[in-house]
């Protein structure tokens, strides 16, 4: 069995195919990466409570029965026969699984690059916080460049945190904050939790921006470009980027829709044996790691089914929580279940100290599950 991608599905499902089929199934894992870290520990960099190597976690460190991991570069995909092919290797695997998640199209939004910023990967946190340093005052505008895009309140909890960033520095008054996108409403499927994002950032002189779908950067007068013909000026602006499948899997034919379309029930795709897990696939829930995670439980639940002639898990139903720091120290967390009922569901529990302290266990937990204590 060959499972690409070692993120939150990829991890979880290696380690429970390892806790229930290590004497029946031999597990290679690929990455083309070294080390693992968690979405959120992006923010710790970007405002400098950690150091980027501290986030890190090496992948020589996991250590599961029947699981080998290889750092490669997946080259090729072919699902109809599941033969990969990677800068090193060529497998041929009886059970495939993709789970190599979403990548970030900088390119996509003209003007990014060059006038831009953004905190979705830990080098463009690293950026963002050294250029935080130079900013005095005007318009910081965080812009949402398309949808669906990884944690869906992430935009929002880093206008709450620049809050605080530019209150220690005693400039808040000289700034003003906005966020902008294409959605509605923060969280569109529960007007209850947008409401309550939407009451935090109110309450911090933050405005949200709804329905506005960005163009370009004109970073010549620093302002943005809207489908609408306006134009919106800012002194330093944060992108949320343009999320696409990796090349390798676009060139597959797996997604012919942009996304690896799937059985709900179970992330099987069209190709016998091939599933697909966490922000690779298409299925109609957040892009998120703990939504990954509780789908790589279902997968290796039905792949130990199907090995064991024995019934099928119960259906996915994409639920968990989605972690969201307020500022202050205080957590919230969205609850969240699409796929569970007949509309999807959510509420936002919190902010409170005793969720900080939550979302750290959360990390130090799987941290050891994943990787050893």
Same mark, same amino acid.
Request: proline share 6%; glycine share 10%.
């Given at each position: 069995?060959?499972?690409?991608?070692?993120?939150?599905?990829?991890?979880?499902?290696?380690?429970?195919?390892? $806790?229930?089929?290590?004497? $029946?199934?031999?597990?290679?894992?690929?990455?083309?990466?070294?080390?693992?870290?968690?979405?959120?520990?992006?923010?710790?960099?970007?405002?400098?409570?950690?150091?980027?190597?501290?986030? +890190?976690?090496?992948?020589?460190?996991?250590?599961?029965?029947?699981?080998?991991?290889?750092?490669?570069?997946?080259?090729?995909?072919?699902?109809?026969?599941?033969?990969?092919?990677?800068?090193?290797?060529?497998?041929?695997?009886?059970?495939?699984?993709?789970?190599?998640?979403?990548?970030?199209?900088?390119?996509?939004?003209?003007?990014?690059?060059?006038?831009?910023?953004?905190?979705?990967?830990?080098?463009?946190?690293?950026?963002?916080?050294?250029?935080?340093?130079?900013?005095?005052?005007?318009?910081?505008?965080?812009?949402?460049?398309?949808?669906?895009?990884?944690?869906?309140?992430?935009?929002?909890?880093?206008?709450?945190?620049?809050?605080?960033?530019?209150?220690?520095?005693?400039?808040?008054?000289?700034?003003?904050?906005?966020?902008?996108?294409?959605?509605?409403?923060?969280?569109?499927?529960?007007?209850?939790?947008?409401?309550?994002?939407?009451?935090?950032?109110?309450?911090?002189?933050?405005?949200?921006?709804?329905?506005?779908?960005?163009?370009?950067?004109?970073?010549?007068?620093?302002?943005?470009? +809207?489908?609408?013909?306006?134009?919106?000026?800012?002194?330093?602006?944060?992108?949320?980027?343009?999320?696409?499948?990796?090349?390798?899997?676009?060139?597959?034919?797996?997604?012919?829709?942009?996304?690896?379309?799937?059985?709900?029930?179970?992330?099987?795709?069209?190709?016998?044996?091939?599933?697909?897990?966490?922000?690779?696939?298409?299925?109609?829930?957040?892009?998120?790691?703990?939504?990954?995670?509780?789908?790589?439980?279902?997968?290796?639940?039905?792949?130990?089914?199907?090995?064991?002639?024995?019934?099928?898990?119960?259906?996915?139903?994409?639920?968990?929580?989605?972690?969201? $720091?307020?500022?202050?120290?205080?957590?919230?967390?969205?609850?969240?279940?699409?796929?569970?009922?007949?509309?999807?569901?959510?509420?936002?529990?919190?902010?409170?100290?005793?969720?900080?302290? $939550?979302?750290?266990?959360?990390? +130090?937990?799987?941290?050891?599950?994943?990787?050893?204590?």
């Amino acid at each position: 069995m060959v499972i690409l991608g070692a993120g939150f599905a990829g991890l979880e499902l290696a380690t429970r195919l390892s $806790e229930s089929l290590a004497d $029946e199934v031999r597990v290679t894992l690929i990455d083309q990466n070294e080390s693992f870290h968690f979405g959120f520990s992006k923010l710790d960099v970007l405002f400098g409570r950690k150091a980027s190597e501290d986030v +890190l976690l090496d992948y020589a460190e996991v250590s599961k029965a029947g699981v080998e991991f290889r750092r490669e570069r997946v080259r090729s995909i072919e699902p109809e026969t599941r033969r990969v092919t990677t800068d090193r290797h060529s497998y041929d695997a009886d059970i495939l699984v993709v789970a190599l998640g979403a990548n970030y199209d900088l390119g996509a939004t003209p003007g990014l690059e060059e006038g831009g910023y953004e905190y979705y990967s830990l080098r463009g946190a690293e950026r963002m916080r050294d250029a935080l340093g130079q900013f005095e005052s005007g318009t910081m505008l965080i812009g949402i460049l398309g949808q669906p895009f990884k944690c869906p309140p992430a935009p929002f909890e880093g206008a709450l945190l620049l809050h605080d960033y530019l209150v220690q520095r005693g400039i808040r008054k000289a700034a003003e904050i906005r966020v902008i996108g294409p959605m509605s409403a923060p969280v569109p499927i529960t007007r209850e939790v947008s409401q309550g994002i939407l009451d935090a950032l109110g309450g911090r002189g933050i405005d949200y921006m709804a329905n506005q779908h960005i163009i370009e950067l004109d970073t010549t007068r620093k302002a943005l470009r +809207l489908e609408s013909g306006e134009s919106v000026p800012y002194e330093f602006f944060v992108g949320i980027p343009v999320h696409r499948v990796p090349e390798v899997v676009a060139a597959s034919g797996l997604a012919p829709d942009g996304w690896i379309p799937v059985e709900h029930t179970n992330l099987a795709t069209q190709f016998p044996d091939v599933y697909a897990v966490g922000d690779v696939a298409g299925a109609p829930t957040a892009k998120a790691g703990v939504f990954a995670e509780s789908a790589a439980v279902v997968v290796a639940d039905d792949i130990v089914a199907r090995l064991h002639g024995t019934a099928p898990p119960r259906p996915w139903e994409a639920a968990g929580s989605c972690y969201i $720091e307020f500022g202050g120290g205080a957590v919230g967390k969205v609850e969240a279940n699409f796929l569970g009922g007949p509309k999807p569901t959510a509420q936002l529990v919190g902010p409170s100290a005793e969720l900080a302290a $939550e979302k750290e266990a959360f990390g +130090l937990t799987r941290r050891a599950r994943w990787f050893g204590p």
